[in-house]
């Protein structure tokens, strides 16, 4: 009786989002499977119910204390299942039964449930040390389709599900890919803008390599069996488990190329985000909710305050003072960088050189061509470039790669 009646308050509502939208199948499977086991474990607790609609704020306590205090879970985790009971108690006429979360705990208790939503250092590889080009010809000695995988994820910042379902040649509209309806989270689309020429260069290399109408998953499993969507997303865990790419062996996952992506969004758009040392009053207000505006919405995302979760928060807006804070940074690294111990500059590159010291003349920074093409070389390789072509923001591109080499002095 009590199954039925679950099943049947599941398909009345469980299809609806909060906003009053369809939800996505793999949003109505995830709340299913969340209210599914926090009854099962009501009834472990000894809270054994007739009617799931005869659940109460003694019930929902329970489950929080056993949550927090003996399962101790994640604060992230505990705010979705409760968000999961607080949609699910709206469905049985008991909206607003469960207020905020902190109610679940004593004052000094607060930080067991407490989520950190900004980053607190970098999560791109770039930012934990991980060479993305020798990452890269390891993977595709391995499986080449996979390499293919990890140049849009870093490209274009797509999401695993999205970069399996993507179609380059379809989704590739020359200034901008396109997230199509139902490749996205929560089955939103997106259109992401080609700001680099690095981005311009990683998909014609995918497209070159992909015969047009065919999607960047693994079309077929092992056996030769037509692979599922669900088959893809296992044979990308285990593949990036067996290379080493994980967390626990290099620091950073696949996701650390989003990170990444959305660092070098923010360099193109002439901003140098808070996790490669970028300081306060880079931008006035306006302008730089204007382009964290742009890099969430890049991402998938709606609000500034995400971007927050891929490179810190930039806090309070500050005293602008960008050209002389970059020409501070730069001239700091070239101290690091004796004109004897740098590569002399490569001719195909010189022009490139020479533009850029151009450029920083405007900041009156008395720079070597041998430390430009260093400094470019940095900036290039967190694009997945050996060299990129100067083409915007340049200022910007190398102060980040200053910051990088002051760091690493540290």
């Known amino acids: 009786m009590f199954q039925k009646k679950l099943a049947q308050l599941f398909s009345q509502h469980a299809s609806t989002r909060v906003n009053g939208k369809v939800a996505s199948n793999r949003t109505i499977t995830a709340r299913k499977e969340c209210i599914k086991s926090s009854f099962k474990q009501l009834s472990e607790l000894g809270y054994r119910l007739e009617n799931p609609e005869n659940l109460n704020l ?22 979705g299942k409760l968000s999961n009971l607080r949609i699910f108690c709206g469905c049985i006429g008991k909206k607003g039964m469960i207020g905020s979360k902190y109610d679940f705990v004593q004052p000094d208790e607060s930080g067991l449930i407490k989520c950190q939503s900004a980053a607190t250092s970098s999560k791109s590889w770039a930012g934990n040390d991980v060479d ?19 140049r849009v994820e870093l490209a274009f910042g797509f999401r695993r599900e999205e ?19 139902n490749h996205g989270k929560g089955g939103k689309a997106r259109d992401v803008q080609t700001l680099t ?15 047009a109408n065919q999607k960047l998953g693994w079309p077929y499993n092992r056996d030769g069996s037509v692979a599922t969507l669900e088959q893809n ?11 080493g790419i994980t967390k626990k ?49 890049a991402l998938g995302h709606h609000r500034t305050v995400v971007v927050s979760a891929y490179f810190c928060s930039f806090g309070k807006n500050a005293t602008l ?86 760091e690493e002095k540290k």
Not at 58 to 79: C, G, N, Q, S
Not at 167 to 174: E, L, N, R, T
Not at 276 to 286: A, I
Request: proline share 3%.
């Open 321 to 406: 003072d960008r050209a002389d804070r970059c020409m501070r940074n730069i001239e700091h690294a070239m101290q690091f960088l004796p004109l004897t111990e740098l590569e002399d500059v490569e001719d195909i590159w010189r022009a490139d050189c020479l533009h850029i010291r151009n450029i920083l003349e405007v900041l009156e920074v008395d720079i070597h061509l041998k430390q430009i093409q260093h400094f470019w070389r940095i900036y290039s390789a967190r694009n997945g470039m050996q060299w990129l072509s100067p083409d915007r923001e340049i200022g910007i591109c190398i102060e980040s790669a200053a910051l990088t080499i002051i």
């Open 197 to 211: 020429s690095a981005q311009r260069e990683l998909i014609d290399y995918v497209k070159q390599r992909i015969p």
């Open 58 to 79: 003694k019930h929902v306590r329970a489950l929080a204390k056993y949550w927090i205090f003996d399962k101790k879970i994640m604060p992230k985790t505990f705010e």
């Open 163 to 181: 970069v399996l379902k993507c179609d380059p040649h379809a989704q590739d509209f020359g200034n901008f890919m396109a997230v199509f309806e």
């Open 233 to 243: 997303i296992a044979r990308y865990r285990n593949m990036m488990s067996r290379l």
């Open 249 to 297: 062996t290099i620091g950073v996952t696949g996701h650390g190329l989003r990170a990444q992506f959305s660092e070098n969004q923010a360099l193109a758009l002439g901003l140098i985000p808070p996790s490669m040392g970028g300081s306060r009053g880079q931008l006035e207000k306006k302008t730089l909710k204007s382009r964290l505006t742009k890099i969430s919405e």
């Open 132 to 150: 993305f080009q020798e990452i890269l010809s390891r993977v595709d000695k391995h499986d080449s389709r996979l390499g293919l995988k990890l």
